[in-house]
Antibody, heavy 123, light 107 residues
Framework: QVQLVESGGGVVQPGRSLRLSCAAS????????MHWVRQAPGKGLEWVGV????????FYADSVKGRFTISRDNSKNTLYLQMNSLRVEDTAVYYC????????????????WGQGTTVTVSS | DIQMTQSPSSLSASVGDKVVITCRAN??????LNWYQQKPGKAPKLLIY???TLQSGVPSRFSGSGSGTDFTFTISGLLPDDFATYYC??????????FGQGTKLEI
């Protein structure tokens, strides 16, 4: 079935880096924009960013702009989130999610989500 | 950036009740408003997109309406499985695609 599986979470010190991965299966990965959404402990959902179907466009939340980079490898059906200069407030469960609309149509919500991977930033 | 305000933040209800959650944007988002359900320890699930379109497989007791800045999400005839947290999200034009703060629906 259509599936997204995140990996790469863990405990990291403030100021360090971490890269998350999201492996996609059973859909045409290269045809959809992909998003990252995070959820701090006990808090609501925060949209982190999106990458277009071909990787040519990327947009970020102000809270991560300049520190986080989203990329994708369509040959491997894999999405990435490179997180640099991590802060304590980046502690969260990170979800990857598929845009429901194809290509650069981001209007129709996020219809497939991974199970999430936990990132803890602590000294 | 577009800000989304959801209310109430929590809601107590009983099986069989009808519940309504509202979401307000600080500027017009036409109909680009989505609703999600999240259960503890689980990923969110898309229920409704473009304000009123039911995602495939979602029961018809869930519905949404609204346009512009004001939106409502309704569950008609609560079932035990519906007790969860619900979020709105706007996906109008350019990012960021902000979420509301959530509504926790409790027994």
């Amino acid at each position: 079935q259509v599936q997204l599986v995140e990996s790469g979470g863990g405990v990291v010190q403030p100021g360090r880096s971490l890269r998350l991965s999201c492996a996609a299966s059973e859909f045409t990965f290269s045809a959809y924009g992909m998003h990252w959404v995070r959820q701090a402990p006990g808090k609501g959902l925060e949209w982190v960013g999106v990458i277009s179907y071909d990787g040519s466009d990327r947009f970020y939340a102000d809270s991560v702009k300049g520190r986080f980079t989203i990329s994708r490898d369509n040959s491997k059906n894999t999405l990435y989130l490179q997180m640099n200069s991590l802060r304590v407030e980046d502690t969260a469960v990170y979800y990857c999610a598929k845009g429901r609309g194809p290509y650069t149509d981001y209007s129709y919500g996020l219809d497939v989500w991974g199970q999430g991977t936990t990132v803890t930033v602590s000294s | 950036d577009i800000q989304m305000t959801q209310s109430p933040s929590s809601l107590s209800a009983s099986v069989g009740d009808k519940v309504v959650i509202t979401c307000r944007a600080n500027q017009s988002i036409t109909s680009f408003l989505n609703w999600y359900q999240q259960k503890p320890g689980k990923a969110p699930k898309l229920l409704i997109y473009t304000a009123s379109t039911l995602q495939s497989g979602v029961p018809s007791r869930f519905s949404g309406s609204g346009s512009g800045t004001d939106f409502t999400f309704t569950i008609s005839g609560l079932l035990p499985d519906d007790f969860a947290t619900y979020y709105c999200q706007q996906t109008h034009s350019a990012p960021p695609y902000t979420f509301g703060q959530g509504t926790k629906l409790e027994i």
